[in-house]
């Protein structure tokens, strides 16, 4: 999670908080202490789920914190028994095939929607927990992996343009 700031309040996520790669706290809301207590429904607590039920439905990501936080209307909150990895649920909501079962069960076609009732009827593949942790442990590595190519991409991308700006004022 990224972007926690030290401020006087609790904080209350939306979808632009949630993405594959996690949940940050830029441009949050911030519910009052009090506010926060009478929206107990709302709620979310480490190891949580929270899953965006509009704009892109079904994308995932755990709340890791130990900080309390609220949820708006349009993110499910998944609290799993002990069968399920918060983590491996978010991997595999993300992927292709979750978010192709996810579409499928999507309605509206300008505004795609994923309702509570077909969210709770998902089918999960579902195996032992120690494999997983196996898969997730493998996802997290690649991952970061994929990450770090990323930036290199970026940065010889840069020289490159570099390059050619010199180049074009004969500087080379």
């Known amino acids: 999670m990224t972007g926690l700031e030290n401020v ?53 990501a755990v709340y890791q914190s130990d900080e309390p936080a609220n949820i708006d209307t349009h993110l499910a909150r998944l609290r799993l028994t002990d069968k399920i990895d918060p983590a ?42 120690d494999e997983q942790k196996q898969i997730v442990s493998e996802a997290q590595r690649l991952t970061e992996e994929a990450g770090q190519l990323s930036k290199a991409a970026e940065d010889r991308l840069a020289e490159a343009q570099k390059l050619v700006g010199k180049l074009c004022q004969g500087a080379v």
């Open 88 to 129: 491996y649920l978010a991997f595999y909501l993300n992927s292709d095939v979750g978010q192709a079962l996810i579409h499928s069960l999507s309605t509206g076609s300008i505004q795609p929607m994923l309702t509570l009732a077909a969210l709770n009827d998902l089918p999960i593949m579902l195996p032992p927990r």
């Open 8 to 60: 006087d309040g609790i904080p209350l996520l939306s979808i632009r908080n949630i993405s594959a790669q996690g949940i940050n706290l830029n441009h949050v809301r911030y519910l009052s202490p009090d506010d926060h207590k009478k929206l107990e429904a709302t709620q979310v607590h480490k190891g949580d789920v929270l899953v965006s039920l509009i704009m892109r439905p079904g994308i995932a």
